[in-house]
């Protein structure tokens, strides 16, 4: 096949794999991403070989290569961005309870979370109509309450942490890599 073929038929396998992941993601299938990716990986593999055209000359390796470094350079750098702004959300921001007896004796419950600068994001509420005799429902509601508006503050700290996880993980890569071919070269190994 020609290179105008490639291109089309890896843009399909590409467009493919985005829909195989974003199904398995969206139905909560934990083992579907990575069977679409294999698939994907392979069909890219099988095309590659297919191609009839000389595609592997040193200027398109030099191209390559420069094309990776820059996306990887984007990616580290907006990694460290995003990480670093959501770790500000999560030290930055706060939570904040309260309860309240109203004239009938019912206790209202608040559960508050804020992000810098005081800015309410979450204020949630929960009436216990009869503290005297409290239910399970009452018990489950507060629970929910407590549990759901810590979530909201937590999302921002595992976010910041998955992304500077990956910044790092794709730095040593890099580095490993870097290395290896700096040694592969450097000793006349081809």
Same mark, same amino acid.
């Given at each position: 096949?020609?290179?105008?073929?490639?291109?089309?038929?890896?843009?399909?396998?590409?467009?493919?794999?985005?829909?195989?992941?974003? #199904?398995?993601?969206?139905?909560?299938?934990?083992?579907?991403?990575?069977?679409?990716?294999?698939?994907?990986?392979?069909?890219?593999?099988?095309?590659?070989?297919?191609?009839?055209?000389?595609?592997?000359?040193?200027?398109?390796?030099?191209?390559?290569?420069?094309?990776?470094?820059?996306?990887?350079?984007?990616?580290?750098?907006?990694?460290?961005?995003?990480?670093?702004?959501?770790?500000?959300?999560?030290?930055?921001? =706060?939570?904040?309870?309260?309860?309240?007896?109203? =004239?009938?004796?019912?206790?209202?419950?608040?559960? #508050?979370?804020?992000?810098?600068?005081?800015?309410?994001?979450?204020?949630?509420?929960?009436?216990?109509?009869?503290?005297?005799?409290?239910?399970?429902?009452?018990?489950?509601?507060?629970?929910?309450?407590?549990?759901?508006?810590?979530?909201?503050?937590?999302?921002?700290?595992?976010?910041?942490? #998955?992304? =500077?996880?990956?910044?790092?993980?794709?730095?040593?890569?890099?580095?490993?890599?870097?290395?290896?071919?700096?040694?592969?070269?450097?000793? =006349?190994?081809?």
């Amino acid at each position: 096949m020609n290179l105008q073929t490639y291109t089309l038929l890896l843009g399909v396998v590409t467009i493919g794999t985005l829909f195989g992941v974003l #199904a398995g993601i969206s139905s909560g299938n934990v083992f579907a991403p990575g069977i679409a990716l294999s698939l994907g990986i392979v069909l890219a593999a099988l095309l590659h070989r297919r191609v009839s055209a000389v595609m592997d000359d040193e200027l398109l390796e030099r191209i390559s290569g420069k094309a990776a470094i820059r996306v990887l350079e984007v990616i580290i750098i907006a990694g460290a961005i995003i990480g670093c702004g959501a770790f500000t959300f999560y030290w930055n921001g =706060g939570n904040g309870t309260g309860m309240a007896v109203s =004239g009938n004796g019912s206790i209202s419950v608040t559960a #508050a979370e804020f992000f810098p600068h005081g800015t309410i994001i979450s204020n949630q509420k929960y009436v216990i109509a009869d503290p005297s005799h409290i239910t399970m429902n009452d018990l489950v509601a507060l629970d929910t309450l407590f549990t759901g508006s810590h979530r909201i503050r937590d999302y921002p700290y595992v976010a910041g942490m #998955a992304s =500077g996880v990956v910044v790092i993980l794709i730095a040593l890569l890099y580095a490993a890599f870097l290395l290896y071919y700096h040694s592969r070269y450097e000793t =006349g190994k081809t």
